[in-house]
């Protein structure tokens, strides 16, 4: 399976059995969802075949449609019914039993329906309306309605992502009921503790092709984490930070407890003038929403935050900013440029928004700040007043660093600085990182690349399954960051 310029999906076979639970693993672009969308008719793949029990030739799906009448269904993390229509309607959208007038038997289609409910021992009224329950159980009564179809394979995409700890166990009794009975599950998930709660075996994809396909009991954490990040153990090399950094005195940043229900459980993190510390672990263990928690991007819901000494209670993005904190999101065209805007308007944004909308920035003070980041930071743009869409990705990255250093921030969160970028400007912003970190600044670093991690900080925060489950200082290796990432 090819796009412009990437294989999304090189030669990769995949083996789905009757009565049991695949986890299709693999980080962030490895070919999981590409693979799903091949199998369920989304994506027309170039080679290969698909083969399902019961049919004697190869399946072609050229849609979803086919998909199902071939007895694949796919429930996603984001439920795809209509919230707005009842419990039974949902289950019965398209497929309504009809009376000889050709209308809608709605009294056959509630006792079908609630019939359906109570054998999969799902508590739910089907004449009250979809949006009336919980998001986890609108994600059983879609598997429900798939299975109601017939399915032989169902494709759960990442479905535990938005729930709390009591609904994902309700939600793997379901998954085993429905293995007992001869269906094959494909659970994509970033969860390692879910994986190793509910699946039989494991197949990992990396950089669209296939690493290996193993019993759960023959890969163990540690081992799965090196093959999904394309580490062999035998050849890590010890990697320390260049010119180690050591913090001062002054707390900058305290959270005791901080938490946000479905996405991060309570943690505690310090951050010093002068340090930098990293959040490291898999695509999904929470480092970006531990980052957001202590921001205000997403509220809090337990726990305190010490700012300079001083407890706080942000509520907004604002307050974090009042407060001398910058924030350099990971997706920096969804949340952080804006596109049509040049790049001198992005540069000043966030000291407009702390001044506020009726204070104004002169003209000449705009150019003024403007100018001197495009020299500081070596943005290469026409002009100030090019718009930033216009620049290479790198350059939009240092464009919005530069919107947070015009505000002199004390603390720094910057999440993914380097994704998408190339090796020279890599270099630079690492380097950048090191310089603020001297000059006084606290900054909390989020990357993908342990190397990169080893090279600019001092201290690492391991997360795993939206839990923190280890600080690592001193010597630290990649070897290490991915044991403790398998075992806290």
């Known amino acids: 399976m090819t796009f412009p310029g990437v294989k999304a999906l090189d030669h990769v076979d995949f083996t789905l059995r009757k009565g049991e639970i695949h986890a299709l693993m693999g980080e962030n672009g490895a070919g999981k969802s590409t693979l799903i969308k091949c199998l369920t008719g989304v994506n027309n793949f170039e080679a290969g075949e698909i083969h399902i029990d019961g049919i004697s030739e190869a399946v072609r799906n050229r849609n979803t449609l086919d998909a199902q009448k071939h007895g694949i269904s796919t429930v996603y993390q984001e439920v795809n019914l209509c919230p707005n229509l009842s419990v039974a309607e949902n289950l019965f959208i398209g497929r309504e ?267 000449k003070e705009q150019e003024e700040i403007a100018d001197h980041f495009i020299e500081l930071l070596q943005i290469k743009t026409a002009s100030r007043e090019t718009p930033v869409k216009q620049l290479s990705g790198g350059n939009q990255q240092k464009v919005i660093i530069a919107r947070w250093l015009a505000t002199d921030p004390d603390f720094l969160i910057l999440d993914e600085p380097t994704r998408g970028i190339d090796v020279g400007t890599k270099t630079e912003i690492q380097k950048l990182v090191i310089k603020l970190a001297q000059e006084g600044k606290g900054i909390v670093f989020i990357s993908s690349e342990i190397e990169e991690m080893l090279r600019t900080c001092n201290r690492l925060a391991v997360l795993r399954d939206g839990a923190k489950v280890g600080e690592l200082s001193g010597e630290m290796t990649q070897e290490l960051v991915m044991k403790t990432i398998a075992e806290g």
């Open 97 to 363: 039993p009809m009376t000889k007038l050709h209308t809608v038997n709605r009294k056959e289609m509630v006792k079908r329906a609630q019939k359906l409910m109570n054998e999969m021992n799902l508590p739910v009224d089907v004449t009250r309306n979809l949006d009336e329950y919980s998001l986890a159980l609108q994600q059983m009564i879609a598997i429900a309605r798939a299975v109601d179809m017939e399915c032989k394979v169902l494709i759960l995409d990442e479905p535990t992502s938005s729930l709390d700890d009591s609904e994902v166990e309700k939600l793997f009794n379901l998954m085993r009921q429905l293995r007992d009975r001869g269906v094959g599950i494909i659970f994509v998930t970033h969860f390692l503790e879910q994986v190793y709660a509910v699946c039989d075996r494991i197949t990992v994809l990396r950089n669209g092709q296939l690493v290996g396909e193993y019993p759960i009991a023959e890969l163990p954490r540690v081992k799965l984490i090196a093959a999904m990040m394309g580490k062999d153990f035998d050849d890590l090399a010890s990697i320390k930070p260049e010119g180690g950094l050591h913090g001062g005195t002054e707390s900058l940043i305290d959270a005791q407890g901080l938490s946000h229900a479905g996405k991060i459980k309570p943690f505690d993190l310090t951050l010093a003038r002068g340090e930098v510390i990293g959040l490291t672990g898999l695509l999904g263990s929470g480092r970006s929403e531990l980052a957001r928690a202590i921001y205000g991007a997403d509220k809090a819901q337990t726990g305190t935050l010490r700012v300079k000494g001083k407890e706080v209670h942000i509520k907004h993005p604002i307050d974090a900013m009042n407060l001398g904190m910058g924030m350099l999101p990971d997706d920096r065209k969804a949340e952080g440029i804006i596109g049509d805007l040049s790049v001198r308007e992005n540069i000043i944004l966030a000291m407009q928004a702390r001044r506020g909308m009726t204070k104004l920035i002169p003209m």
